[in-house]
C-alpha cells in the first residue's frame, strides 16, 4: 500500500516562483524586447468580422511574438498579423519588410493590473513562411546577451 501523499499549504510567493518556474520551462526559444517605438502590428481576429487591430510589438522569439493592443482578444482565438519590426529582415525603398502569420492567442500577461487596456498579448506563431522564421533567428542572434 503507498502512503498518501503530504499535504503542502504552499506560500504565496513560492507560488508565483512556481509559476515563472514552469512559464521559464515552457519557454524553448530565446525572446528579445523589441522598442515598442520601431515596431508596428497589425492583428485580425479570423473568427470575428471586426476590422484590424493596430498595436506594437513587445518582445519576439521564434515561436511567437508579444503584442499591446487596445482591445482584448480572447485565449484561443485565431489571428493573422502583419508586423514590421525595425532591423528585422533587410531595409528596402527606406522601410523595413513587412511580414505575414497566422497565430494563436496564448495568453494575457499584466490583466490584473491594467484591466482596461492596453492588452499584452502573446501570440504563438501558427503559420509563418520560412523566410520570415529565418530572419527572426537572425535578428534574436544578433541581439544576443
Do not use: C
Not at 510567493?13 to 519557454?27: G, N, P, Q, V
Not at 480572447?74 to 525595425?86: C, D, Q, S, T, W
Not at 523595413?96 to 495568453?107: F, G, N
Amino acid at each position: 500500500m503507498a502512503l498518501p501523499a503530504p499535504t503542502i499549504h504552499p506560500h504565496p510567493k513560492s507560488t508565483a516562483h512556481a509559476a515563472r518556474d514552469i512559464t521559464r520551462e515552457r519557454r524553448r526559444r530565446t525572446r528579445r524586447p523589441v522598442p515598442p517605438m520601431y515596431s508596428e502590428v497589425t492583428v485580425r481576429v479570423l473568427s470575428e468580422k471586426a476590422g484590424p487591430l493596430e498595436g506594437h510589438a513587445v518582445n519576439i522569439s521564434e515561436g511567437g511574438l508579444a503584442v499591446e493592443l487596445d482591445a482584448l482578444i480572447p485565449a484561443g482565438a485565431p489571428v493573422a498579423l502583419e508586423f514590421r519590426i525595425a532591423g528585422l529582415g533587410r531595409m528596402r525603398m527606406a522601410e523595413w519588410p513587412l511580414l505575414a502569420a497566422t497565430a494563436e492567442v496564448v495568453r494575457h500577461d499584466h490583466l490584473d493590473d491594467f484591466p482596461r487596456g492596453p492588452y499584452r498579448t502573446a501570440l504563438r506563431f501558427v503559420k509563418i513562411p520560412t523566410m520570415a522564421q529565418a530572419q527572426i533567428a537572425r535578428y534574436i542572434a544578433a541581439r544576443g546577451t
